[in-house]
Nanobody, 122 residues
């Protein structure tokens, strides 16, 4: 069983930066692929970024070049550094964990955090 706790969300202006953190409980964190998704009301959850168990990083086209995913296996934590934020980045951001291979499909993730709100104003 893995529990995930996100932090770092908030209200910022367009062009600002935020760093989200997601700390995982449990063992063998390095064996899990960790992903970030986001969701706005009335829309489906959207893939944002992925750090796989074998150190592959992937990004949605909408955030490529602005967001960076990283992980510290010693701290059981994955981060999402978000730069040059835009109003369309406003959403609840979730981290998710999956043993083994990573995926952009949210339905393949067994463990989810509670979400953290990111609001970007103009």
């Amino acid at each position: 069983q893995v529990q995930l706790v996100e932090s770092g969300g908030g209200l910022v202006q367009a062009g600002d930066s935020l760093r989200l953190s997601c700390e995982a409980s449990g063992r063998a964190f390095n064996a899990y692929s960790m992903a970030w998704f986001r969701q706005t009301p009335g829309k489906e959850r959207e893939f944002v970024a992925l750090s796989t168990s074998n150190s592959i990083l992937e990004y949605a086209d909408s955030v490529k070049g602005r967001f960076t995913v990283s992980r510290d296996n010693a701290k059981n934590t994955v981060y999402l550094q978000m730069n040059n934020l835009r109003p369309e980045d406003t959403a609840v951001y979730y981290c998710a964990a999956r043993a083994g291979w990573g995926s952009r499909r949210d339905t393949l993730y067994a463990y989810w955090g509670q979400g953290t709100q990111v609001t970007v104003s103009t």
